[in-house]
């Protein structure tokens, strides 16, 4: 069973679950082939292609939506499992028009209180393509340390990738 998506707040935006009406607002950024260079697979061709993916009902992850005070969607963060009950993984992505803001930055750092903090995880994992340096840099400034560099570990649309494993231990 997928646990609940929660709201969260940060000082800045709220966290709420996904809706229907979030494809138009991710849309722009998600159907830009230079911002999905690092994603696993290419830009989405339409919002009916981005809302098929946001709610695969198969996907076991949950997302959350960050709106700033105007109501405005500024990012996705994500939370998935792992194997290990204790561990879990997150992504981000911060619409193309607001990077720069510190947005993922405060918004991951809030799910990631409530990742470890209230939901007591051990853990929080991220796995980031090995050339994105800005994912590299947010990770690095929110306490992660890279575990694992993983060479020539994926094909994607851009090519094979290199793959580094970031982590975030509850005791560090």
Same mark, same amino acid.
């Given at each position: 069973?997928?646990?609940?998506?929660?709201?969260?707040?940060?000082?800045?935006?709220?966290?709420?679950?996904?809706?229907?009406?979030?494809?138009?607002?991710?849309?722009?950024?998600?159907?830009?082939?230079?911002?999905?260079?690092?994603?696993?697979?290419?830009?989405?061709?339409?919002?009916?292609?981005?809302?098929?993916?946001?709610?695969?009902?198969?996907?076991?992850?949950?997302?959350?939506?960050? $709106?700033? #005070?105007?109501? =405005? &969607?500024? %990012?996705? @963060?994500? !939370?998935?499992?792992?194997?290990?009950?204790?561990?879990?993984?997150?992504?981000?992505?911060?619409?193309?028009?607001?990077?720069?803001?510190?947005?993922?930055?405060?918004?991951?750092?809030?799910?990631?209180?409530?990742?470890?903090? $209230?939901? #007591?995880?051990? =853990? &929080?994992? %991220?796995? @980031?393509? !090995?050339?994105?340096?800005?994912?590299?840099?947010?990770?690095?400034?929110?306490?992660?340390?890279?575990?694992?560099?993983?060479?020539?570990?994926?094909?994607?649309?851009?090519?094979?990738?290199?793959?580094?494993?970031?982590?975030?231990?509850?005791?560090?």
């Amino acid at each position: 069973m997928i646990p609940s998506v929660p709201t969260l707040h940060s000082e800045r935006f709220r966290l709420r679950p996904l809706v229907r009406d979030d494809a138009r607002a991710l849309f722009p950024t998600l159907g830009d082939p230079q911002q999905c260079l690092y994603l696993t697979r290419p830009a989405f061709g339409s919002e009916e292609e981005l809302w098929g993916w946001l709610a695969e009902p198969g996907w076991n992850g949950r997302t959350w939506i960050a $709106e700033d #005070g105007e109501g =405005e &969607v500024v %990012a996705r @963060v994500v !939370a998935v499992p792992t194997d290990d009950p204790e561990v879990e993984e997150i992504g981000y992505i911060t619409c193309a028009h607001r990077q720069g803001e510190g947005i993922a930055r405060e918004c991951t750092a809030a799910l990631l209180a409530y990742l470890l903090g $209230e939901e #007591g995880k051990r =853990e &929080v994992i %991220a796995e @980031v393509d !090995a050339e994105n340096i800005a994912s590299i840099r947010l990770l690095d400034r929110l306490g992660f340390h890279r575990s694992a560099l993983h060479i020539a570990f994926e094909e994607t649309h851009k090519g094979v990738c290199d793959v580094a494993i970031y982590t975030l231990s509850r005791e560090r």
